[in-house]
Nanobody, 117 residues
Framework: HVQLVESGGGSVQTGGSLRLSCTFSGIHDHIYCMGWFRQAPGKEREGVAA????????NYADSVKGRFTISRDNAKNTLYLQMNSLKTEDTAVYYC???????????WGLGTQVTVS
């Protein structure tokens, strides 16, 4: 049974930082990809960052490059998103998700709210 639980969201001022965590279970170590997505009110969900098997490959949306960093700690079964230099347009509900074997992001957490003002 796969479970993903996000935490670390909150309210922060423009220019501030937050670190999101996603604790996962029921996922084996050789999963293809894990990612962070976000959805702002009235907008479609968008991909923010992704990390691939072996934690050697990452990918970022242009809007967050240079500000956000995705990482994964297999020993702690946790995915992270370090967010720096936050902007008001980063306000959204942030979700973590996993693509187990190049089949698409099949498993999702319930999300954590990030508000930047």
């Amino acid at each position: 049974h796969v479970q993903l639980v996000e935490s670390g969201g909150g309210s922060v001022q423009t220019g501030g930082s937050l670190r999101l965590s996603c604790t996962f279970s029921g996922i084996h170590d050789h999963i293809y990809c894990m990612g962070w997505f976000r959805q702002a009110p009235g907008k479609e969900r968008e991909g923010v960052a992704a990390i691939y098997t072996g934690a050697t490959g990452t990918n970022y949306a242009d809007s967050v490059k240079g500000r956000f960093t995705i990482s994964r700690d297999n020993a702690k079964n946790t995915l992270y998103l370090q967010m720096n230099s936050l902007k008001t347009e980063d306000t959204a509900v942030y979700y973590c998700a996993t693509d187990p074997a190049k089949v698409g992001f099949a498993y999702w957490g319930l999300g954590t709210q990030v508000t930047v003002s």
